[in-house]
C-alpha cells in the first residue's frame, strides 16, 4: 500500500481549550477538546487522539469485547501525558474495593469523585485503562489516547451538566477494584509502551531499531510528535500534529525524525 496522511478532524468539546499547544489553531469561539484521526481501512481496529482539556471530564467507563450488548463495541485504551499543569490529575480506578451498590449511590449523591484515586500526572507518564476502569480526566492536561476504535461510552457522574447518564450499562460493566499498578509506566521505562490484546505503541526517539522493525512489519499508524516522517517513495509526509498510515515500518524514512509514536493492532 501507498502511504498517506489522514486527514485531521477537530471536535468542540464543553471541557476543551480555545487556546490549543502549536501546532494547532482552535478556530475563533471554540473550545476543541478532540483532535483525532479517522481509522482508516488497514487500520481499523485502532483509534488516535488528542486531548486537550480545562475542565474535567465526565466520570465514565466502558465495556469490554465480551461485556458490549449488540449494537455496542468494546473499548480498551490508554493515555501518554504530553503536558500537564502543575495540580494536573487522572481519577482511575477507587480507593478501596468498592460494591456496585457504593458506586451506584456515590454516583447519585456526587460523592464519586472521593472514591476515585486521583493519580497526577506529569509529561511521560503513559496510563494504560482496561475495559471496565472506572475514569475520570482533570483538567490542565495534553495527552495523546489510543484505543480501540469505539465510542461506547457509559456516564456515571457529569458534575450537573445536562448529558444523559448511563448508570444501568455503567455499573453492569465496571469494576469496583483499585488501579493496577502494572497499568502505569513512563516513557523513561523505555520506548514499548503498550504491547497489550488489541494494540502495541511504542514511543521511537529518532530511528526506529532492528527490534521495533520487526514488531512492526503489516501497517501501522505514525503519529510524529516532534520532526517529520516521510514515505521512502515520496508519497506522503507528517510532522507533528499529523498522522501517516503506511503499509510496514520499513517503508518510511526517519531521517528527520525526532519523536514518534507508533501503534498498530494486535
Not at 244 to 250: K, R, Y
Amino acid at each position: 500500500m501507498t502511504a498517506r496522511q489522514l486527514p485531521t478532524k477537530m471536535v468542540e468539546k464543553v471541557w476543551g481549550r480555545d487556546t490549543l499547544p502549536a501546532p494547532f489553531v482552535a478556530p475563533a469561539g471554540t473550545r476543541i477538546g478532540e483532535i483525532w484521526f479517522e481509522p482508516p481501512p488497514e487500520v481499523p481496529q485502532v483509534l488516535v487522539k488528542y486531548l486537550f482539556t480545562s475542565e474535567k471530564l465526565s466520570v465514565q467507563v466502558h465495556p469490554s469485547d465480551a461485556t458490549a450488548l449488540a449494537g455496542e463495541a468494546g473499548k480498551e485504551e490508554c493515555w501518554l501525558v504530553l503536558d500537564a499543569e502543575p495540580d494536573a490529575r487522572l481519577a482511575i480506578g477507587f480507593t478501596r474495593d468498592v460494591t456496585p451498590a457504593e458506586i451506584e449511590a456515590a454516583a447519585q449523591d456526587g460523592t464519586i469523585e472521593a472514591l476515585l484515586e486521583w493519580h497526577p500526572a506529569r509529561p511521560g507518564d503513559l496510563f494504560y485503562l482496561p475495559a471496565g476502569t472506572v475514569h475520570a480526566i482533570g483538567p490542565g492536561l495534553a495527552l495523546v489516547e489510543v484505543q480501540q476504535t469505539s465510542e461506547t461510552t457509559f456516564r456515571l457522574y457529569d458534575y450537573g451538566r445536562p448529558r444523559e447518564l448511563h448508570l444501568e450499562r455503567a455499573l453492569a460493566v465496571a469494576s469496583g477494584a483499585p488501579y493496577g499498578a502494572e497499568n502505569k509506566r513512563s516513557i523513561a521505562a523505555g520506548q514499548v509502551l503498550v504491547d497489550g490484546p488489541h494494540f502495541r505503541l511504542d514511543r521511537v526517539e529518532g530511528a526506529p531499531d532492528a527490534a521495533t522493525l520487526a514488531a512492526y512489519p503489516g501497517a501501522l499508524l505514525v503519529l510524529p510528535l516532534e520532526g517529520e516522517v516521510a514515505a521512502r517513495d515520496g508519497s506522503a509526509l507528517a510532522g507533528a500534529g499529523e498522522c501517516l498510515v503506511a503499509g510496514g515500518l520499513g517503508s518510511l524514512d526517519f531521517s528527520a525524525a525526532k519523536v514518534t509514536l507508533l501503534t498498530r493492532a494486535a
